[in-house]
């Protein structure tokens, strides 16, 4: 079967040269043990993290080893009595066609939704939204919230979640596409488009009461906007900041609103919460089949295309959460 393997660490953007696809055979299986097929990879923006030798909340990827990545697909043996041939599964099997493991870590996923929502508004990036907006932004007083990277996995959810709290929900994203989505299929109040040369205005005129709440997933100039218009005790949430992930500076020049506004600050790692995940995923899961929560996918076919797909994830090109399908 097929994998590709970490090469090179990347210095700034990442190039096709990181990476190396392999054949490698098909292991026997250990009493105990399941072999998976895996249907879909996610590709995430901490995978760029991964590939540095920085200092980090996770240690970095191996070179080469298979590249880190969460997967959903079918089990086709089994040598463990509590998986059957057939059953769905959601793992950490990696950049890789086939995934061997002895059960752990697995999560069974039902055959009713398609399995690609395991990996999106299912998975890790819906529940990072519902533990910001749940765990962090809920108790906030305020009414208004912005949300970057608002048409995103995990932005676009965040939104919704905020919207039924009742809050007012102004998003921001890169381009009228992006931003007709935001509001017309997610629901949010307004988005604002980044990349138009007035944005900040427009930013200023979807919140005339300020900021009381921040869910942010950029840094940078984005972030910073959001700061200049903080309302006092308003609350961030600081979920990402993507804009910085290559390597880039991403300075806070508005920092003195953390001080005059009295803001509080959280970053928060959505693994290091597994407690909240129980009950987040099965809330969830239950908006998903009421058909409450919106998601979208931007799916490139073959592992072979996995590369290109994360380095046009790290620039927009993505609309929606970033899959491979094998
Ligand atoms: P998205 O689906 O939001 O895709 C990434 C998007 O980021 C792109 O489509 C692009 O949207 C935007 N983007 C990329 N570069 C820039 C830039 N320089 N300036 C502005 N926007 C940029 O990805 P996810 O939903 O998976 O992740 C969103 C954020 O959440 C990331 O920062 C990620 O690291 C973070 N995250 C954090 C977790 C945690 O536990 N803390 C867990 C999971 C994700 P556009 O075209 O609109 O610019």
Redesign the pocket.
Known sequence: YRRIVLAERPRGEITSQCFRLETVPVPDLKPGQILVKNHFLSL???MRGRMSERKSYANPQALNETMIGGTVGEVIASENPQWQIGDRVAGMFGWSELGVSDGQGLRRISKDIPMSAYLGVLG??GM?AWYGVHQILKPVAGKTVVI????????GTAGQLARKLGRRVVGI???PE?CAYVEQTLGFDVCID?KQMDWKNALANATPDGIDAVFE??G?E?FDASLARMNPFGRIAL?????GYNGEDIPIRNSRALLTMRLMVQG????EHPECWPQGLSELEVLVRNQELAFRESVSEGLESAPDALIG????R?????LVRF
């Open positions: 995430d923006p901490y890790m990036p990072t970057s990277s608002a048409s995103g996995a995990v932005g994203a890169g381009g992006k980044y997933n950029v940078g984005i979920c990402g900041m993507i804009s928060f790692i959505v693994t994830l790290l620039k927009g993505n609309f929606g959460k970033q």
